[in-house]
């Protein structure tokens, strides 16, 4: 049963373009919603993350925005570039810090 | 100063055998959690523990699978009877507690297991 739905699995966008990155979750008892990048071979790495409270966070050049009432978030990436090349996951986080993951996005920089 | 560490980093074995993934967290991180990713997936959550008992094990898949963490620190993942189906990438996590408010998970470089 998967409760938190990411797409696309996979996106192509030129260097200095936007990737947009959506999710949607079921589950109404998630509180807190990070997003991770993960490169070939490593872990994930935490990059940005929401509470349900705020509708947007901005941090350098990443962005979630997020829709309660929906029950959906998105993260955007501007200015991409080549080092952001990476798998990038959502999450939704129960109690107990247990987490929730997307399926993945695959995003390529072309330079 | 350093981050999660698991070993080994790769381990191939066969149908049926036993094995063992060790996770060390971060120091002083009390809580720690291992995920499984399989292919082209994200991580899906296997179980956590919160010093030494474990505090939620519901994404165990079966009864082969089971892990301790008799010190609060190091963590053992053990499979038993191993299955082709088992092959992912167990990747471990430790964050400085768990509870009502998040703390960051920080995740180690995960272990690929090869089950032939």
């Known amino acids: 049963q998967q409760q938190v739905k990411q797409s696309p699995q996979s996106l192509i966008v030129q260097k200095g373009g936007i990737s947009i990155i959506n999710c949607a979750y079921e589950?109404?008892?998630?509180?807190?919603f990070p997003w991770y990048q993960q490169f070939p071979g490593k872990g994930p790495a935490l990059l940005i993350a929401?509470?349900?409270?705020?509708s947007e966070k901005k941090e350098g050049r990443f962005t979630i925005s997020f829709n309660k009432s929906a029950k959906q978030f998105s993260l955007h990436i501007m200015d991409s570039q080549p080092g952001d090349s990476a798998t990038y996951f959502c999450a939704a986080r129960a109690a107990g810090n247990k987490l929730t993951f997307g399926g993945g996005t695959r995003v390529l920089v072309k330079p | 100063g350093a981050g999660v560490s698991q070993t080994p980093s790769n381990k191939v074995t066969e149908k049926g055998k036993y094995v063992e993934l060790r996770c060390d967290p971060i120091?002083?991180?009390?809580?720690l959690y291992w995920y499984r990713q399989s292919l082209g997936q994200g991580p899906e959550f296997l179980i956590y523990?919160?010093?030494?008992?474990?505090?939620?094990d519901s994404g165990l898949p079966n009864d082969r699978f089971f892990a301790v963490r008799p010190e609060g620190s190091v963590s053992t993942l053990k499979i038993q009877r191993t299955e082709r189906g088992d092959s992912a990438v167990y990747l471990c996590a430790s964050s400085l507690t768990a509870g009502l408010s998040y703390n960051e998970q920080f995740f180690g470089p995960g272990t690929r297991l090869t089950v032939l």
């Open positions: 589950n109404t008892a998630f509180d807190y």
């Open positions: 120091s002083g991180h009390t809580a």
């Open positions: 523990f919160q010093g030494t008992g474990a505090a939620d």
């Open positions: 929401i509470r349900p409270d705020v």
